[in-house]
């Protein structure tokens, strides 16, 4: 009885750990230019970014109307955020400005 009660618990673990999630990691290239304004940390702060048309970046597509870039690596200086030295990873770009590329 104890053997099929620990069957049991494991399968509901296994089934609880699937996932249904869409999202995707994927490559995504600018259709068209995009400006907007981006953190950059240090004594800067906040700066005005171009995306350039044919530019690419690893984003993920989760359905929604904006899709989400990395910008910029993670690094030690981010760890320990807010703080003056933190900058921008990632960026949510309107979908009209982006294709998948693969």
């Known amino acids: 009885m104890k053997n099929t009660i620990y069957l049991f618990?494991?399968?509901l673990g296994i089934i609880s750990c699937s996932s249904d999630d869409k999202t995707?990691?994927?490559g995504f290239e600018f259709i068209?230019?995009?400006t907007t304004t981006v953190t950059v940390g240090g004594v800067v702060g906040i700066s005005e970014r171009t995306f350039k048309k044919g530019e690419t970046y690893?984003?993920?597509?989760?359905?929604?109307?904006t899709i989400t870039?990395?910008?910029?690596?993670?690094s030690k200086l981010n760890d320990?955020?807010?703080n003056s030295a933190c900058y921008q990873e990632f960026l949510e770009v309107p979908r009209e400005f982006?294709?998948?590329v693969k």
């Open 80 to 82: 320990n955020c807010p």
């Open 98 to 100: 982006l294709k998948v």
């Open 9 to 11: 618990i494991l399968a």
């Open 58 to 65: 690893k984003g993920t597509d989760e359905g929604e109307k």
């Open 24 to 26: 995707t990691q994927e």
């Open 32 to 34: 068209s230019e995009y």
């Open 69 to 74: 870039i990395r910008i910029a690596e993670h």
